[in-house]
């Protein structure tokens, strides 16, 4: 399915009912991304997927450049078009840059947010791994080694050496030789050097639930423990010796966090 939003097209799909949880891709990711967990995630909700300008099957943005601004824009036309007063508000990585951003500045159309992996600003280390991956961004090999090994922890990638191979020679010899999927994630990347929502996460009235790996390192679980003293209804789960690719490393705990958080009706309890 698809919507018009900036005279571009927009991929977007749905599955299940009930209540409706919109999932962010991380920056490499589409909607296709989903596919081994989309039937536990829609079991007993309404999983909505979406491309970001620049992923899978929405429009390329090359006009100008453009910020998380514009993503953020995405998911509220998203939900407008769906006709969606409110919903649970996830992410990963890029994507749960994105989701909080939405959420500081759209606080009444977030039900519950749910971020996985993400931190509240581009600081030097993110902004240097950024640099790294534009400047491989011409050679698949070199990019392939510059970006995906370090989203694993050591445990994960180690114990998976056929896996590995597998998947290193299907991104090296099939999607970083794209030139056109390249152009965009040097876009997605570049989208993200002035990111900075320190002083909105303030605005988020959604009760919220950061996950954190522990060995995650590309967005280290310190930073993420300073997002949850910014948010007031917020909490945090440290996930142990696992990577930035919660989705791929622990994928039933991934998804039990998504459908527990959004579903469950506890507001506490006396003792």
């Known amino acids: 399915m698809q919507f018009e939003f900036k005279n571009k097209k ?13 999932l962010l891709n991380g920056i490499m990711m589409s909607t296709l991304s989903w596919t081994p967990l989309v039937g536990a995630l829609s079991a007993n909700n309404q999983l909505i997927l979406v491309d970001f300008f620049d992923q899978g099957q929405s429009d390329k ?9 514009l993503q953020v824009s995405v998911v509220e036309a998203l939900l407008d078009h769906l006709a969606l007063e409110k919903a649970v508000i996830a992410g990963i990585s890029y994507g749960g840059n994105v ?7 759209f606080p009444g159309r977030v039900e519950r947010l749910i971020v996985f992996n993400a931190l509240a600003k581009s600081g030097a280390w993110l902004g240097d791994l950024g640099k790294g991956w534009v400047m491989s961004a011409s050679d698949p090999a070199q990019f392939y080694y510059t970006t995906i090994p370090i989203i694993y922890s050591q445990e994960f990638y180690n114990s998976r050496p056929d896996w590995v ?12 030789t794209n030139r056109e999927w390249m152009d965009s994630i040097v876009r997605l990347t570049q989208s993200m050097d002035d990111y900075d929502v ?51 490393e622990k994928p039933a705990l991934f998804v039990s966090l998504i459908t527990g958080f959004a579903n469950s009706c506890i507001e506490g309890m006396v003792v």
């Open 10 to 22: 927009v991929h977007f799909e749905t599955h299940g009912r009930g209540k409706p949880i919109v």
């Open 61 to 69: 943005y090359t006009h100008e450049p453009y910020g998380v601004d």
């Open 99 to 105: 989701a909080y951003k939405f959420a500081a500045c």
């Open 165 to 176: 191979k597998v998947r290193r020679d299907f991104l090296v010899g099939q999607v970083f």
């Open 198 to 248: 320190e002083d909105l996460l303030c605005n988020i009235t959604a009760k919220t639930l950061i996950v954190a790996s522990e060995t995650d390192g590309i967005t280290p679980a310190y930073e993420q423990y300073k997002v949850r003293d910014r948010i007031k209804d917020s909490e945090l789960v440290l996930l142990p010796g696992v990577g930035h690719a919660t989705m791929f």
